[in-house]
T-cell receptor, first 115, second 114 residues
Framework: QQQVKQSPQSLIVQKGGISIINCAYENTAFDYFPWYQQFPGKGPALLIAIRPDVSEKKEGRFTISFNKSAKQFSLHIMDSQPGDSATYFCAATNAGGTSYGKLTFGQGTILTVHP | GAGVSQSPSNKVTEKGKDVELRCDPISGHTALYWYRQSLGQGLEFLIYFQGNSAPDKSGLPSDRFSAERTGGSVSTLTIQRTQQEDSAVYLC????????????FGSGTQLSVL
């Protein structure tokens, strides 16, 4: 019940296109859903996060869509750029029960944006 | 320094040896986390320190793994009698704690057990 399932494992997009990564969870106690971006040889960095009281959050070219009833959330990257090429991880936690940082991560998606 | 610092960046050891991995969090951050990232896998939570509270050790995979945080700052993750399956990148993260959500990760220690 602690799993977060992420798809696809890898994604290739042309410059200017839309990248979409999906995640699904089982634990209904999860109340905080961040996305992290990781470049090779670096630690992950927080990209954007959402709580279940809203269905969408947008920051620049990055948007999280959240469907509480389906227990699914997704990351959309608009106008994808080669500099967006990285590994993306979705995550979830019961922040109210433990902490914001005790996260259950998805398996990651390797995004490649071709020029 | 400006970020979370981890040392060494790479560690090669022989099966059965003990290893110590070090993490220097961002100054003033009260929360410190250790995660493990195996090749091609997501991050796996290991242990969490918050201020002077007892650590949350619920993610440690076996009693060969332990961690301490001295003076509320530097943390050391110790793996005793290393096994080949311990090979992974060990990531440390810190945060200001409380309702501040953002984790700041170090670049990790790549551990290889031969």
């Amino acid at each position: 019940q602690q799993q977060v399932k992420q798809s696809p494992q890898s994604l290739i997009v042309q410059k200017g296109g839309i990248s979409i990564i999906n995640c699904a969870y089982e634990n209904t106690a999860f109340d905080y859903f961040p996305w992290y971006q990781q470049f090779p040889g670096k630690g992950p960095a927080l990209l954007i996060a959402i709580r279940p009281d809203v269905s969408e959050k947008k920051e620049g070219r990055f948007t999280i869509s959240f469907n509480k009833s389906a227990k699914q959330f997704s990351l959309h990257i608009m106008d994808s750029q080669p500099g967006d090429s990285a590994t993306y991880f979705c995550a979830a936690t019961n922040a109210g029960g433990t902490s914001y940082g005790k996260l259950t991560f998805g398996q990651g998606t390797i995004l490649t944006v071709h020029p | 320094g400006a970020g979370v610092s981890q040392s060494p960046s790479n560690k090669v050891t022989e099966k059965g040896k003990d290893v110590e991995l070090r993490c220097d969090p961002i100054s003033g951050h009260t929360a410190l986390y250790w995660y493990r990232q195996s090749l091609g896998q997501g991050l796996e939570f290991l242990i969490y320190f918050q201020g002077n509270s007892a650590p949350d050790k619920s993610g440690l995979p076996s009693d060969r793994f332990s961690a301490e945080r001295t003076g509320g700052s530097v943390s050391t993750l110790t793996i005793q009698r290393t096994q080949q399956e311990d090979s992974a990148v060990y990531l440390c993260a810190s945060s200001p704690g409380g309702t501040n959500e953002k984790l700041f990760f170090g670049s990790g220690t790549q551990l290889s057990v031969l």
